[in-house]
């Protein structure tokens, strides 16, 4: 505002200096005009009653004068001119003011004149012999009168363009200051100008407005940012240009970034070519779905877009972690495979082996071989049927009633019963530790710890050894047999999953013991630490 205050200022003060400065300049060129013709007038008469009373001589004394003197016959014949040699002059007799003269007494004009090359002043009289005397002088122009009085108008301009400058200043401090002073959150309390007095009225109304529209929009971002945060799913909205505008933490530990991200293009967190394409297609108004793999998951990502009207806002990208659902679906897969192929082994031997006792090709003596065969792949359809169902129970997740259980109790019981397997290998048993009481569920335990303890005699070496150790709350089991090879570590609890499928034949396992363990121990709130080397041993410890 000072700069515009100030140009107004200057623009009128100059206005006006050209205004003033043209009349002044057009009064004083008028003023100075009738001067110059009065001099020639009083000049002229001067030199006129010279020339008469003292002749041509009179005109030579006055050739070093300021004016210039002519003296023409009657017939336009210059007879003397006091600056000019007037015998190569032209004849006069059509200039005006010799006309004039002759004609009047008296005559007067003012041209250029083409011998002196400037703009004249003319004055003639008629003599007594019928002569005629001129008078004549350079005129100066309007221009040669701006140039003289140049300097102080230059000197006036900047007097004014510098008192316009502090006048401005001091106008522009006394209308801003008040208005830049003005407090826009209370605009009420404000009494400057009556002037503004209705815009102060409409501030305040908008700043209700707008205080309001802020308050429930932070409201609804925080909504959204709460109920975002606590989502399990990752989610983040992009603009129109595939510009994070939000990311909720579950996205950001799944992109590997951090809410630092927000404003970068979504493409700079993951690059992927599949999330390169369904950022592209979303933003096309089409939606798009794929899976990823990402931190050992499977996530499935859906990239929408946000449209309104026909105008695309941007796009959600969704991403679930549906790898319990993948590993789900994979499991049912294996174990309606396996269960098939379990199940039908002991069944294809028990039907063979009848087959032959019905045709009568066995031998009396090799009978009881082969009732004996039938009876132990009974034995063992039986022994995986009831661990399918006893899974199938675990699963479920039914209720159980809860007691205290005397760990070393329950180890105990289970290496009585397990004492003749052990025998028959020649593998030694010990039991370690102390009484320890813990509250869970014994039928549990017990299962737990067999199948630990079984799994240990099967896969042991002949003449090894099984410790059982009841340490605090921990039981730990430790054999001398086997091993089992770090590559298998993480996938020996799953069901029917063998590490030497041959030796578990041998050995009559069925693939489900770990299985068994893994759910007995979520059941009971149980940590399993694996402890294995190839051709050494195996320890897992049980932490309830």
């Known amino acids: 505002m000072t700069k515009r205050i100030f140009r107004s200022i200057v623009i009128v003060a100059t206005l006006v200096l050209f205004v003033c400065f043209g009349v002044t300049l057009g009064v004083l060129y008028s003023h100075y005009s009738d001067l110059q013709w009065q001099q020639l007038g009083n000049e002229l008469t001067i030199a006129q009653n010279g020339l008469e009373q003292y002749g041509e001589d009179y005109l030579d004394a006055l050739s070093k004068g300021n004016f210039r003197f002519t003296w023409i016959e009657k017939s336009g014949t210059v007879l003397h001119d006091t600056q000019t040699s007037y015998e190569t002059m032209d004849n006069h007799a059509d200039r005006e003011e010799i006309k004039e003269a002759f004609a009047y007494g008296t005559g007067e004009s003012q041209r250029y004149s083409n011998t002196l090359t400037t703009k004249m002043l003319y004055k003639a009289v008629k003599l007594q012999d019928g002569s005629v005397l001129r008078i004549s002088a350079a005129q100066d122009s309007v221009f ?41 959150d209370n605009p009420l309390s404000c009494n400057t100008y009556d002037e503004i007095s209705p815009l102060l009225h409409r501030i305040e109304k908008q700043n209700k407005q707008i205080s309001s529209q802020v308050a429930l929009l932070k409201e609804k971002t925080d909504q959204f940012e709460q109920t975002t945060s606590s989502m399990s799913e990752g989610l983040v909205l992009l603009d129109s240009e595939g510009k994070i505008l939000s990311i909720n933490p579950a996205a950001a530990r799944l992109f590997e970034t951090s809410k630092a991200c927000v404003g970068l293009d979504f493409l700079v967190v993951d690059r992927s070519q599949a999330m390169s394409k369904g950022v592209k297609q979303a933003l096309s108004k089409e939606h798009c779905d794929f899976r990823i793999t990402k931190h050992g998951s499977e996530y499935q990502i859906g990239i929408s877009p946000i449209v309104s009207g026909n105008r695309l806002l941007g ?19 294996e174990f309606t495979a396996n269960v098939s192929h379990e199940l039908k082994t002991p069944l294809q031997s028990i039907l063979n082996s009848a087959q032959l006792l019905q045709s009568g090709l066995v031998k009396p003596e090799d009978m ?117 090879p770090k590559e298998h570590h993480a996938r020996i609890f799953e069901r029917f999953y063998r590490v030497d499928k041959s030796h578990s034949r041998e050995t009559g396992g069925t693939g489900l013991g770990l299985s068994i363990v893994k759910h007995a121990a979520q059941q009971l709130g149980a940590k399993i630490h694996l402890d294995s080397t190839s051709d050494v041993g195996t320890t897992i410890t049980i932490s309830f």
């Open 144 to 184: 040669a009168l701006l140039l003289e009085i140049l300097l102080p108008l230059i000197l006036i301009y900047v007097i004014a363009v510098a008192a316009s400058l502090m006048l401005a200043r001091r106008m522009a401090k006394r209308i801003v200051n008040p208005l830049n002073d003005l407090d826009l």
């Open 315 to 333: 796009a959600v990208v969704l991403a679930f972690d549906v790898t319990e659902q993948v590993n789900a679906q994979r499991n049912r897969q």
């Open 368 to 484: 009881q071989k082969f009732t004996g065969y039938i009876c132990s792949e009974a034995e063992r359809l039986l022994q995986l049927i009831n661990d399918i169902i006893r899974l199938s129970q675990l699963d479920e997740g039914g209720e159980y009633p809860k007691e205290n259980v005397e760990l070393y109790q329950v180890c105990s019981q289970v290496l009585q019963t397990l004492l003749p397997a052990a025998d028959q290998r020649n593998i030694t048993v010990e039991l370690l530790g102390d009484e320890v009481v813990i509250p869970g569920i014994r039928q549990l335990a017990y299962e737990l710890i067999y199948n630990l303890c079984d799994n240990a005699i099967r896969y042991n070496k002949d003449s090894g050894k099984v410790t059982v150790t009841v340490k605090g709350r921990s039981v730990i089991v430790q054999d001398t047999g086997i091993g089992i």
